[in-house]
């Protein structure tokens, strides 16, 4: 996943016609918060393997800025950074009583699914697959079907394509296991809100808080 960039930030405000509504210093502040986003997306999507339990479908998710990184675990020490705050993820959106608390000034929403770490040979591989198939199978018993229907290149795919180590090509998996289309959904559905709440507001001086 590349860094956001000013260029990047251009090329989107062009693109869903917010072109020429926010100032340079505004726009340097705005990227700075989509990498703290990217960070914390990245972090999110290898905390564990729970996510493996998630639907083929993708399910709804809430993200929120709060003191510190989300943990991994409860019983592990590590350092949260509590002193900044980082954006954090739930399929749950925050109580009432976080949102006090934390002074929680916004919730977005994304869509994430089962292959949200994507290829886990890595991005530079040629090589194509997931660990643990048998969980998201568990967690999907329709699972060769809905790749049958959605992915009709698949059609012939069976469950041992998909796991780790069976040296399939990548390219033949690859556009089921992108998950860069989860991050383009919660970094897209994040700078939308984020910018219609400029608009609304038209506030070019207090509202893109680092």
Not at 56 to 69: L, R, V, W
Not at 161 to 180: A, H, K, M, P, R
Request: proline share 2%; charged share 25%.
């Amino acid at each position: 996943m590349e860094s956001f960039t000013i260029n990047h930030l251009n090329q989107y405000l062009i693109d869903n016609n917010y072109e020429n509504i926010i100032s340079e210093e505004n726009k340097i502040k705005l990227v700075n918060e989509v990498e703290l986003l990217r960070n914390d997306f990245l972090r999110f999507c290898h905390l564990h393997s729970w996510y493996k339990k998630l639907y083929i479908e993708p399910t709804t998710f809430y993200f929120f800025k709060f003191k510190g990184k989300q943990a991994r675990y409860h019983f592990i020490n590590e350092d949260l950074d509590k002193d900044n705050y980082h954006f954090n993820f739930s399929q749950s959106k925050p109580s009432m009583e976080l949102i006090d608390e934390n002074n929680i000034d916004e919730i977005y929403e994304t869509k994430l699914g089962c292959f949200l770490r994507g290829n886990e040979y890595g991005a530079s591989s040629e090589k194509c697959g997931v660990y643990g198939i048998d969980i998201i199978i568990y967690a999907n018993p329709n699972f060769l079907e809905y790749i049958h229907k959605n992915y009709p290149e698949h059609k012939d795919s069976k469950i041992s394509d998909f796991e780790y180590g069976s040296n399939i090509d990548y390219g033949t998996l690859i556009g089921i296991l992108e998950w860069n289309k989860y991050w383009l959904t919660t970094r897209n559905n994040y700078l939308n809100k984020k910018l219609k709440k400029y608009i609304s507001t038209c506030s070019t001086s207090n509202y893109f808080k680092l």
